[in-house]
């Protein structure tokens, strides 16, 4: 499928994919569609609402160092996208 390919080309959302099919004992493949995406939006809510107290929105705003920066930026973007792609 797809939006399981596309969904493990996402750093952090196929981090967090692995940890749950890890922890459910199924394969990232079982999800549908609709819980991909669902697991997206929360990701991409790590990153950008400060009130989670995430590592993450650290990131984004920069306390973590400039790459971190960098790349949490780029995360934001490739949710945001496979979101807007999928949902």
């Known amino acids: 499928m797809t939006i399981h ?4 080309k996402i750093d952090e959302l196929a981090y967090t ?3 749950i099919s890890q922890d ?3 394969p990232i493949t079982a999800y549908t569609a609709d819980e991909v995406v669902d697991e997206a939006k929360y990701v991409l809510d790590l990153f950008i609402n400060p009130s989670q107290g995430h590592i993450n929105h650290d990131a984004l705003i920069g306390e973590e160092g400039p790459d971190q920066q960098k790349w ?16």
Do not use: E, G, P, W
């Not at 390919?5 to 493990?8: E, G, I, R, Y």
């Open 24 to 26: 459910d004992k199924k």
């Open 72 to 87: 949490a930026s780029k995360q934001v973007r490739q949710l945001r996208s496979f979101i807007k792609k999928y949902a």
């Open 5 to 8: 390919t596309d969904a493990m």
């Open 17 to 19: 994919l692995n940890n």
